[in-house]
Every structure is written in C-alpha cells, then in structure tokens.
C-alpha cells in the first residue's frame, strides 16, 4: 500500500484535529496529517536540505543514512540528524 502524508498549515491546531478526526473515521485509507500551526513552525522543520532528504527517499524503500547522505552529497552525521528530526516529526520511520 501506498503511504500518503498531507501537511496543512492552520494556526488553530484545535480545528486541525478535528478535520483529522473526520478522516479517520472513514473505512478507507486517507493516509496521515501533519499540521503546522504558522508558516514559521513550517519553515522551521522542514528546512529545505530536510525535503532534499525526504525527495531523495521517496520510493526507495529503506535506505540507509550513509546511502541517503551520499545520495544528497552530504555529511553522514549531519543527514543522520535530519533524518532523527524528521522520524521525530513522523515522516520518517
């Protein structure tokens, strides 16, 4: 099964979990939610080497963090502490 992530930005975190709610309820897959409450929270986890990340893993399976740091020419332990931010945020497993 495809895995489908969507990210919303809406400052009442409040009205975001209850549109999360409605999804779940549904029999079918409608895949997770990340809310952001501004675009500064966004900006701040999602930096843009952290979705150079996420591209480069899309549809790769596992992969390890050395295979992704050099997929991206970056330094090993540096990839390692955006994939950690990134599993924290629940987009990485």
Same mark, same amino acid.
């Given at each position: +099964?495809?895995?489908?992530?969507?990210?919303?930005?809406?400052?009442?975190?409040?009205?975001?979990?209850?549109?999360?709610?409605?999804? +779940?309820?549904?029999?079918?897959?409608?895949?997770?939610?990340?809310?952001?409450?501004?675009?500064?929270?966004?900006?701040?986890?999602?930096?843009?080497?952290?979705?150079?990340?996420?591209?480069?893993?899309?549809?790769?399976?596992?992969?390890?963090?050395?295979? /992704?740091?050099?997929?991206?020419?970056?330094?090993?332990?540096?990839?390692?502490?955006?994939?950690?931010? /990134?599993?924290? /945020?629940?987009?990485?497993?």
């Amino acid at each position: +099964m495809q895995r489908q992530l969507t990210i919303t930005l809406k400052p009442d975190w409040q009205a975001a979990l209850r549109d999360t709610v409605k999804l +779940m309820k549904r029999k079918d897959y409608q895949g997770e939610v990340l809310n952001f409450e501004s675009p500064a929270q966004f900006f701040g986890q999602l930096t843009e080497k952290r979705w150079a990340l996420v591209r480069a893993a899309q549809g790769r399976g596992e992969i390890s963090v050395r295979e /992704l740091a050099r997929s991206v020419s970056r330094d090993v332990k540096r990839v390692h502490e955006d994939v950690t931010a /990134l599993a924290n /945020l629940g987009i990485f497993e």
